[in-house]
C-alpha cells in the first residue's frame, strides 16, 4: 500500500484538499483559493504543498463542480431532442405550475433547449408498452437530415412510455450511429428507468448538457495527474453519497451536480459511527451558502427526486435543503424594521470585511465587529479582514435602529441564528421528526460560529463539531463506498403482484450493477445489493420508499406491506392497515465496498486541561467579556473547556457560548454539551 | 407622523424582527402539518389549502397559503364565530370551531374552516385558522356540480359550530358533518389534519410567548403591524392620485346565456386606496357568486401581486385599503345564491384591478392572462377495472406580457397556484383516456413589444366504451387583453370530434361521449404589451425559427418582414412596412 489517500473539493472561494498519511496516520488539509478560470490548477496547487511525489498517493476523490457550473452559467453542449410526435413542447410546458403565487411577471425557468431543436417521431407506445404506432423510420431518416445539418454536440431521445418499452427509443439510437456515427446518443430510459415523461426528459436533457464539459475537465485533470506521476483511478464523489469512477462519470455526469456538499453528509454518518449517534441534523455553512441534510437511523436521507432551478432531476440524490442564510446574508432595513437576508453578498463583492467593495452589514461582518473571529487570524491567517469596513457598515444601521453598534451587530447574528433555526425545524416537522431526538454536526468555515446558538433555538443538546470542520465535506469523501441506484417502473398491486415478475426485474437491475461496478474494479464478493419499493396507497399520489429485508417471497411482501404502514406512520401522521397497498417503482443500491484505512484515535486520556493561546474581548449579550482563545492543535483525548470560550483551527472558528461544556473525543472531535439549568 | 428612516417607534427592532420571523415560520409548520396528514391529494399535491396564527382581535401574525385566492379570510371567520357566540369570554382552552357557510366564508361549501382559541396562561392570546378543500362536500353530484343554481345544491352549509368543547370531541356534531360526505373517511381524515395543524400553530406561539414574555411579546407585534401599516403607505403614496376605472364579461354563467358583469373603481388618494365594485352584475342564477369576505381576498391578492409579492402580511396590512360591494352582487352573494364556482369572476376581478392601475404602475403591471381554470371533467366505467373514474383537471394556458419579457406560456391560471398537471404516462395509467398531443398553440399570444404567452392544445381520446363529459371553458367574449397597445391573446376553444360530427362547446354538465371521440381543448394566450410594432424584428425572428408564431403573424401583427430562405429579418422591408 502506498502512502496518501486524498481528497479534493471545489468550493465558490476555496479548494479544499484532505491527506490521510498511511505512515503517520493523522490528517493533513490545506485550503487554497478556488481558481475559477481553470478549477483543476487550484487542486494541484493544494496537492502539491502536501504532497511531495504524486506516486505515493494510493487513493484519490475528488468532489467536482465543473458540470454544475456548466449548468449554472448556461455553458453546456448544443443539443437536439427528439420526442413522441404531438409531444413537442413537453419540455417547455413541464408541469404547468407557478411556484411564485403572487407574481403575475412569473417566468419559468429558460429551458436548456430551444423549440427549434426540438423534433418529433413519428411513433406511439401505450401505457402497457403496447406499440400503437410503429416507428415511422422514412419519418426519422428526414429528421436525422436536419440534426446532421445542424450540427449539435448531442441528441437525447425521450419518448412517452420509453420506461415501460424502450424498443423505440433503441432503435433510433441505433438509426442515428448508423447515420451519424460521430454523434453521441442519451437515451431517457437509460437514464431513469421511472414513468413522468417531463422529469425523465429534464433528467435526460441536464445530463446530456453538462456531459460535454465534465468529460472534458475530468480528461485533462486525469492527464494532468497522470504527468504528475498519479495513475491511480480518479474517483468522483457522487450526488447520492457514494463514489464512481471518473469513467463512469463522464456517462452519468448528472450524478456529480451536488459533489461536494455531499462529502459533509457522509462524513457526519461516519461521525455519528463512531459515538453511536444515529439521528443527525448537519449544517454546512459557508461563506455564502447554508445547506442543511439528514442523517435519520444511520442512513442519510436521500431523495429520488430533486430539482436545480426548477428542472426536475429523478436521480438519487443526498437530501440537500439550501437556507437562504449564511456568513453573506445582508442586514438591511425595512417599513422601518431590521431585517437579514434573503439576500447575500455573495463571494464577491462579499462582506464589507472582505475589503473588495461590499458597503453591505452582513452576518460576517457582525460576527467580526462582535470579536468572535478574528481580524488576523480568519482561516489561520490565511485571509486579513478589514475591520474598519465593517464597523462602518454596521454603524449605519446602527443609526437608523437608534442601537449601539454592538447590540446591532449581537441583534444581527442572533436574527440570523433564530431563522436558520427556524428553517431546520420546517423541514423536520415536514418528515415528522423532532429535532430535540437529534445532534447537531456543525462545519464549513462558518458551521461552529453559530451552531451552539442555533441549537440552542432548536432545544438540541448535543452538538458535533469535527476536528477537521472547515474541510469536512472533503474528509467525508474519504469515508465513502461505490454506489450504483437504478428504478424501474412496475404499478402493480402489492396483494396479488406477480413474484415471478417482479424477481425477474430485481435480478435484472442487479445483473446491470453488478457490471458499472466490475468496471470500476470491484470484486463480486465486494457487492452489496439493498432492494426498495415504491408503495402508496390506491389512489394516492405519492410514494414512500421502504426496503425488502430479505429476497423476495410472500412473507417479505407481507413484511413490505408492514413496514409501509409503519412508514406511512411515522412519515404523516396516519395510515390505513385496512387499505389497498400499490406497488410503483421497484429500486436497487448497489454498493462496491471500498477499504478504508484504520480508524485514527487515541486510546490515552491526557490529564491536563490545555492552555489557552490568549485572552481577547468579545461581546455576549452585549457586553465585553475577557474570553479565553484555545487553538485546535493544542487540544488532546479527554480534555473539557468550558464556555465561554472560542477554539480556532485553520479553517474554522467555533463560538462556545456559557452554559456548554466542550469535550474533545478520541479521533480529537469536538463534542459540545449544553449543560441543564440546575447543573 | 413616522419617518420610517429612523425607527424610533421600536422597543426592540431585534426582538420584533425575531418574532416576526418566528410567526411566519410558525404558520409555515402549520401548513406542513397540515399538507404532511391530510388524506386529499387536492390538499396535499395541489394545496387547496390556507393557515394562519392571528392575535385576540383576530388580526393576523402569520400566514401560508397554498393558493393565491385565500389572502385574508380566515380573520372573518374568526370574527363571525366570535360573534355568533357572543363575544371572546365565550372561549375556553380547548375549544374548536368549524364552518363553510359561503355567505360568510366566501368561498364555495368545499371549503372548510376549522378555528381554535390559543390560550396562554389561562388568557386569551390568539387563534389558530386552517382551511382546506374537502373533496366531497354532500352536493347533488360528487365532488361538485357545475350546474347547480342554489347552495342547498352544493352541499352541505355549516354555520360556525363547536366540534371539541373544552378538549372533548363533540362526536355527534363531526358524524353529522362527515356523514353527509361521499368520502366519509376522508373527510375525517382531513378536519383531523386541520385540527392537528390547528393545534401545531397553538404550541408555537404558546413557545414563542414563552421566550419572550406576553409583555414584550404584544409590543413587538403592535410594532410588527406598525411596520406593514407604513409600507402599505408608502406603497399606495407612491402611485399617482386618481380614480382608475375597468369592466369586463364573463361569457355567462352557466346556466343562462347573459355574460357576467364585473366593474371596477380604483380610487387612489394619498395613502388611501379604494376599491369600488359598483356596477357589476347581481348575483346570478349560476354558480358565478362568492360571498363578500372572498371578494375582499381578491381585491388584496391584487393589491399584492401589484405591490410587494414577496414581503408577508400581517394584520397591519390593508389599513388603508377600502373595499365597497353593494349588497347581493356576484361579490356579495346571500341566499340562496350558489357559489361553487367562485373564483372564475374573482380571476376577471383581479386581472381588471390590474388593468386599471397598469397607467400609472407601468412596471409592475401585466396584460391579462388567459382568465380561468379552464376544466375538463370525465367520469365513467372504466371497461378493463369495471370500476368507476373521475377525471378532473384544469388546463393551463397564456399569461400576460410585461414591461420587461414576454409572458409566460402554458402556465396554470391565476387562482391555482403550485398546481401542477398530471403527467401523460400517469394519466393513461389512471383514466382510460390516451392523449394524442399536448403542445403549444401557435399564434394565440397577443402580439406587442412583449408578447403575451401561448395557449396550450390538448386532445383526449375516449378509451372507454362511454363516458361523461362536462366542461368550464370561460372567457371567449373577453379575452386576454393587451396593454399600451398591445393586442389581444386568443380565445379559448373546444372540439369534440364524433361519429356524429365536429361541435364546438365551451360549457357543458355531463354529455355523453364514446369510445374513439376526440376531445380537442384549446386555451387562451396571454395579452400583449406595448405595439408590436416596437418589437425588436430580431425577437420576431426568433418567435419565427421556434414556431411560436407563422410568417404571416410576423408581417400582419409585427410589421416583421422574414426572409424564409436566409432565414433573417428583411431590415428594408421591415421598416418601409412598419412605417406605412
Redesign the interface.
Given at each position: 500500500m502506498t502512502r496518501y489517500r486524498l481528497a479534493a473539493d471545489i468550493g465558490g472561494t476555496f479548494t479544499d484538499v484532505v491527506l490521510f498519511d498511511n505512515n503517520t496516520g493523522v490528517y493533513r488539509t490545506e485550503k487554497v483559493p478556488t481558481t475559477q478560470q481553470n478549477l483543476s490548477e487550484g487542486v494541484l496547487n493544494g496537492i502539491t504543498r502536501m504532497v511531495g511525489d504524486f506516486k505515493e498517493v494510493d487513493f484519490f476523490v475528488h468532489g467536482t463542480t465543473a458540470g454544475l457550473n456548466a449548468f449554472l452559467e448556461r455553458k453546456g453542449a448544443k443539443m437536439a431532442l427528439l420526442v413522441t410526435k404531438g409531444f413537442r413542447d413537453l419540455y417547455e410546458i413541464g408541469r404547468a405550475n407557478r411556484s411564485e403565487i403572487y407574481n403575475i411577471q412569473y417566468r419559468q425557468p429558460t429551458p436548456l433547449i430551444k423549440r427549434r431543436h426540438i423534433f418529433e417521431v413519428d411513433e406511439r407506445v401505450l401505457v402497457d408498452g403496447d406499440v400503437e404506432n410503429p416507428l415511422n423510420i422514412d419519418d426519422l431518416n428526414e429528421v436525422i437530415n436536419e440534426i446532421s445539418n445542424n450540427g449539435y454536440d448531442s441528441v437525447s431521445v425521450c419518448l412517452l412510455h420509453s420506461y415501460k418499452n424502450p424498443d423505440h427509443e433503441k432503435q433510433v439510437k441505433k438509426v442515428i450511429q448508423e447515420k451519424l456515427p460521430s454523434i453521441s446518443v442519451s437515451l431517457s430510459h437509460e437514464m431513469v428507468r421511472e414513468w413522468r415523461e417531463y422529469e425523465r426528459t429534464s433528467t435526460t436533457i441536464i445530463n446530456g448538457y453538462i456531459a460535454p464539459i465534465v468529460e472534458k475537465y475530468l480528461a485533462e485533470f486525469e492527464e494532468e495527474i497522470d504527468h504528475r506521476g498519479l495513475n491511480k483511478d480518479l474517483y468522483i464523489m457522487q450526488s447520492n453519497g457514494g463514489v464512481m469512477t471518473s469513467e463512469i462519470a463522464k456517462v452519468k455526469p448528472i450524478q456529480t451536480l451536488l459533489s461536494g456538499p455531499v462529502g459533509g453528509t457522509m462524513g457526519s454518518l461516519k461521525l455519528g459511527q463512531s459515538i453511536k449517534k444515529e439521528n443527525l441534523i448537519c449544517i454546512d455553512m459557508g461563506g455564502t451558502s447554508f445547506d442543511v441534510s439528514m442523517v435519520i437511523n444511520g442512513e442519510p436521507d436521500i431523495t429520488s427526486e430533486s430539482n436545480i432551478e426548477k428542472f426536475p432531476i429523478l436521480s438519487a440524490m443526498v437530501n440537500m435543503h439550501t437556507i437562504g442564510a449564511g456568513g453573506g446574508s445582508i442586514a438591511w432595513i425595512e417599513g422601518g424594521g431590521l431585517r437579514v437576508g434573503p439576500h447575500s453578498a455573495g463571494a464577491t463583492p462579499g462582506p464589507a470585511c472582505y475589503g473588495n467593495g461590499g458597503t453591505d452589514a452582513t452576518v460576517t461582518d457582525a460576527n467580526l465587529i462582535l470579536g468572535r473571529i478574528d481580524a488576523e487570524g480568519f482561516l489561520g491567517g490565511k485571509m486579513k479582514l478589514d475591520w474598519q469596513a465593517a464597523y462602518k457598515a454596521i454603524e449605519k444601521l446602527a443609526h437608523q435602529l437608534g442601537l449601539r453598534v454592538i447590540e446591532t451587530a449581537e441583534g444581527i447574528c442572533e436574527i440570523a441564528n433564530s431563522k436558520m433555526a427556524d428553517a431546520i425545524r420546517t423541514l423536520t416537522i415536514s418528515k415528522g421528526i423532532d429535532p430535540r431526538d437529534f445532534s447537531l454536526v456543525a462545519f464549513g468555515g462558518a458551521g461552529p460560529m453559530h451552531s451552539m446558538l442555533i441549537a440552542e433555538n432548536l432545544g438540541i443538546k448535543r452538538i458535533i463539531i469535527p476536528t477537521l470542520a472547515g474541510t469536512f465535506s472533503a474528509w467525508g469523501m474519504l469515508q465513502t463506498d461505490i454506489r450504483h441506484d437504478d428504478v424501474r417502473t412496475f404499478v402493480s398491486l402489492l396483494e396479488n403482484t406477480d413474484q415471478t415478475k417482479m424477481h425477474e426485474i430485481y435480478q435484472n437491475m442487479e445483473q446491470e450493477a453488478e457490471e458499472i461496478l466490475k468496471q470500476q474494479k470491484i470484486k463480486k464478493e465486494d457487492i452489496e445489493f439493498n432492494k426498495l419499493a415504491d408503495l402508496r396507497y390506491v389512489g394516492q399520489e405519492y410514494t414512500v420508499t421502504v426496503p425488502l429485508q430479505s429476497s423476495l417471497n410472500t412473507h417479505s411482501l407481507i413484511d413490505l406491506k408492514d413496514q409501509f404502514h409503519n412508514t406511512h406512520l411515522r412519515m404523516y401522521g396516519h395510515n390505513n392497515p385496512e387499505g389497498d397497498v400499490e406497488v410503483v417503482n421497484l429500486r436497487i443500491v448497489s454498493f462496491g465496498i471500498l477499504k478504508t484505512q484504520e480508524k485514527v484515535f487515541s486510546e490515552t486520556k491526557s490529564v491536563e486541561n490545555p492552555e489557552p493561546i490568549r485572552r481577547k474581548n468579545i461581546v455576549w449579550n452585549n457586553i465585553e467579556i475577557e474570553t479565553p482563545v484555545f487553538s485546535t492543535k493544542d487540544l488532546a483525548y479527554g480534555q473539557t473547556i468550558n464556555g465561554p470560550t472560542i477554539i480556532e483551527s485553520n479553517t474554522s472558528t467555533i463560538v462556545v457560548p456559557e452554559n456548554y461544556h466542550v469535550h474533545v473525543e478520541t479521533m480529537g472531535n469536538l463534542e459540545v454539551i449544553r449543560r441543564n439549568k440546575n447543573d | 407622523m413616522?419617518n420610517?428612516?429612523?425607527?424610533?417607534?421600536?422597543e426592540n427592532?431585534?426582538t420584533?424582527?425575531?418574532i416576526?420571523?418566528?410567526l411566519?415560520?410558525a404558520a409555515?409548520?402549520m401548513n406542513?402539518?397540515l399538507?404532511?396528514?391530510s388524506?386529499s391529494?387536492i390538499i396535499?399535491?395541489m394545496k387547496d389549502c390556507s393557515v394562519g396564527i392571528y392575535n385576540e382581535n383576530a388580526e393576523l401574525l402569520g400566514q401560508s397559503?397554498g393558493?393565491?385566492m385565500f389572502l385574508g379570510n380566515l380573520d372573518v371567520c374568526i370574527i363571525e364565530t366570535t360573534r355568533f357566540i357572543g363575544g371572546n369570554k365565550h372561549y375556553k382552552p380547548g375549544d374548536i370551531y368549524i364552518m363553510n357557510d359561503s355567505y360568510l366564508a366566501g368561498s364555495h361549501l368545499n371549503d372548510i374552516t376549522v378555528i381554535s382559541p390559543i390560550f396562554f396562561e389561562k388568557e386569551l392570546v390568539g387563534f389558530s385558522a386552517t382551511r382546506a378543500h374537502w373533496l366531497d362536500i354532500g352536493a347533488k353530484d360528487p365532488g361538485y356540480p357545475m350546474d347547480a343554481t342554489e347552495i342547498y345544491q352544493e352541499g352541505v352549509r355549516i354555520p360556525p359550530t363547536k366540534i371539541y368543547d373544552g378538549g372533548e370531541p363533540r362526536k355527534d356534531i363531526i358524524n353529522l358533518i362527515t356523514i353527509n360526505s361521499r368520502m366519509t373517511k376522508d373527510a375525517l381524515?382531513d378536519l383531523?389534519?386541520q385540527i392537528?395543524a390547528c393545534r401545531?400553530g397553538e404550541k408555537r406561539l404558546n413557545d414563542i410567548i414563552n421566550k419572550h414574555g406576553l409583555k414584550t411579546f404584544r409590543r413587538s407585534i403592535k410594532?410588527?403591524f406598525?411596520?406593514?401599516e407604513?409600507?402599505d403607505k408608502?406603497q399606495i403614496s407612491s402611485i399617482p392620485d386618481g380614480i382608475y376605472e375597468e369592466v369586463g364579461y364573463l361569457d355567462n354563467d352557466g346556466v343562462t346565456d347573459e355574460p357576467v358583469l364585473v366593474k371596477v373603481t380604483v380610487t387612489i388618494k394619498g395613502e388611501h386606496l379604494k376599491i369600488d365594485l359598483t356596477g357589476s352584475s347581481e348575483q346570478r342564477q349560476g354558480m358565478t357568486n362568492c360571498g363578500q369576505a372572498q371578494t375582499v381576498s381578491a381585491c388584496r391578492?391584487a393589491f399584492?401581486?401589484?405591490i410587494g409579492?414577496?414581503?408577508p402580511v400581517t394584520g397591519g396590512n390593508f389599513k388603508t385599503m377600502d373595499i365597497v360591494v353593494p349588497k347581493r352582487t356576484i361579490f356579495s352573494a346571500e341566499e340562496p345564491a350558489a357559489c361553487g364556482w367562485y373564483f372564475t369572476s374573482l380571476g376577471l376581478l383581479i386581472d381588471l384591478i390590474?388593468k386599471a392601475l397598469s397607467p400609472v404602475l407601468k412596471e409592475q403591471?401585466?396584460a391579462a392572462?388567459y382568465g380561468d381554470s379552464m376544466v375538463i371533467t370525465v367520469a365513467g366505467q372504466d371497461d378493463k377495472t369495471k370500476s368507476s373514474f373521475l377525471y378532473v383537471e384544469p388546463t393551463?394556458g397564456g399569461?400576460?406580457a410585461?414591461s420587461?419579457?414576454d409572458g409566460?406560456?402554458?402556465?396554470?391560471n391565476?387562482s391555482?397556484?403550485?398546481?401542477?398537471?398530471l403527467?401523460?404516462?400517469?394519466l393513461?395509467?389512471k383514466y382510460p383516456l390516451?392523449?394524442?398531443?399536448?403542445?403549444?398553440r401557435k399564434n394565440s399570444g397577443g402580439a406587442g413589444k412583449t408578447r403575451g404567452g401561448l395557449g396550450?392544445i390538448r386532445?383526449y381520446e375516449i378509451r372507454s366504451e362511454s363516458a361523461n363529459l362536462s366542461l368550464w371553458f370561460e372567457r371567449s367574449l373577453d379575452p386576454a387583453w393587451g396593454i399600451f397597445e398591445g393586442n389581444t391573446g386568443y380565445p379559448p376553444k373546444v372540439t369534440i370530434e364524433s361519429s356524429q360530427g365536429q361541435e364546438q362547446i365551451l360549457k357543458v354538465n355531463s354529455k355523453l361521449v364514446q369510445r374513439g371521440d376526440f376531445v380537442r381543448v384549446e386555451t387562451g394566450g396571454g395579452g400583449g404589451f406595448g405595439h408590436p410594432f416596437t418589437r425588436l424584428p430580431e425577437l420576431v425572428l426568433e418567435d419565427y425559427?421556434?414556431?411560436?408564431i407563422d410568417i404571416d403573424t410576423a408581417l400582419v401583427e409585427y410589421g416583421v418582414v422574414i426572409d424564409i430562405n436566409l432565414q433573417e429579418v428583411n431590415q428594408q422591408k421591415t421598416k418601409e412596412y412598419r412605417n406605412k
Open positions: - | 413616522i420610517t428612516k429612523s425607527a424610533t417607534f421600536l427592532p431585534i420584533t424582527e425575531i416576526r420571523n418566528a411566519i415560520s409555515e409548520e406542513e402539518s399538507a404532511r396528514s388524506f391529494p396535499y399535491e397559503s393558493l393565491p381524515g383531523n389534519a392537528a401545531t410594532d410588527i406598525m411596520q406593514s407604513l409600507l408608502e391578492v399584492k401581486h401589484l409579492p414577496n414581503s390590474i403591471s401585466a392572462h393551463a399569461w400576460g410585461f420587461e419579457n409566460q406560456s402554458g402556465l396554470i391565476n391555482n397556484g403550485d398546481f401542477k398537471n403527467p401523460v404516462e400517469v393513461e395509467g390516451k392523449v394524442n398531443s399536448y403542445g403549444l396550450v386532445e425559427l421556434d414556431g411560436y
